[in-house]
């Protein structure tokens, strides 16, 4: 996790001491249990001295809970109720139940809907069964944008200026190792041009194959993306093309419809973004 950066800390209305203590809350993870200050602060990059106070504070608000035995802390339902508000407030996560739950049965499949923090994409709603044991994921699981195939859907769903933004972001975080994310990023819009769906076969993970459909609202929110993901000796690349991502785009769509959402790009217009010869044509600055 980045510190904040020099242009957002030099904005007068941001709150520096706020965006901290959140970044602590963020810490923590999914099925972590406890965290000690020095965990903490390697996972934010905060000094450690900084992350004690801010820790101090987050438990005298009710947020954080310290566990004196271990020297650690665990999040509090106070703070566990931040996110579970924010659940009940996705309509897209209760409306795409009914397809999700359909889609995994026909395909044998697990399906997630998630949303964009900072350069991860956040599980919000997930429907698995027992022929995707392979797929430890649940709400709350984050993946990455650059190599996931929710994430790759989201990345090219996104206007041209705020995929941009994202590209810086995501070039400071991933440092030396961003030429290597930017290619397979590319690769992935020359996908979504072609069949409508972001792949990602032992990208993120060596075991994993997945499809990535983006979903687009006309109330402002989003855009959100989905994903069908196995065990990749299941899900080959074969099967993601023909089969697995011809019905999660289906899906999508349908509930596009459902809740109004924007008609989605054509492959035509996906395609203005491709340089001659099929390559993506790196956005300005950012994607370099």
């Known amino acids: 996790m980045k510190r904040t950066g020099k242009k957002t800390a030099a904005d007068r209305n941001f709150v520096v001491a706020l965006s901290r203590g959140l970044d602590v809350l963020r810490a923590f993870q999914p099925n972590d249990g406890l965290l000690g200050n020095q965990e903490i602060a390697a996972r934010t990059n905060l000094p450690k001295p900084t992350v004690s106070r801010l820790t101090y504070t987050l438990t005298k608000l009710g947020y954080l809970a310290p566990v004196p035995r271990f020297e650690k802390y665990q999040l509090t339902p106070a703070a566990m109720s931040l996110g579970y508000a924010a659940l009940a407030n996705l309509g897209v996560r209760h409306l795409s139940e009914p397809f999700r739950e359909e889609l995994m049965r026909a395909t044998g499949g697990a399906v997630a809907v998630g949303g964009r923090d900072r350069h991860s994409m956040i599980y919000f709603g997930q429907s698995r069964g027992s022929e995707t044991v ?48 930017r290619d397979g990023l590319e690769r992935s819009g020359e996908t979504v041009a072609k069949y409508g769906f972001a792949m990602s076969v032992g990208d993120w993970h060596d075991d994993i194959g997945a499809a990535g459909v983006a979903l687009k609202l006309n109330d402002g929110t989003g855009p959100y993306a989905f994903n069908c993901g196995a065990p990749a000796f299941r899900f080959t690349e074969e099967r993601l093309i023909n089969d697995i991502g011809p019905r999660l785009l289906a899906m999508v769509r349908n509930i596009e419809a459902v809740l109004g959402g924007l008609v989605p790009q054509s492959k035509k217009e996906i395609s203005k973004k491709l340089k001659p010869g099929g390559k993506v044509a790196r956005v300005a600055e950012g994607f370099r």
């Open 134 to 181: 392979g797929v430890q994921l649940d709400v709350g699981s984050r993946v990455p944008i650059a190599t996931s195939a929710m994430g790759r859907a989201y990345f090219w769903a996104l206007a041209e200026d705020d995929r941009v933004e994202l590209s810086r972001v995501l070039r400071e975080h991933y440092g030396s190792r961003w030429p290597k994310m």
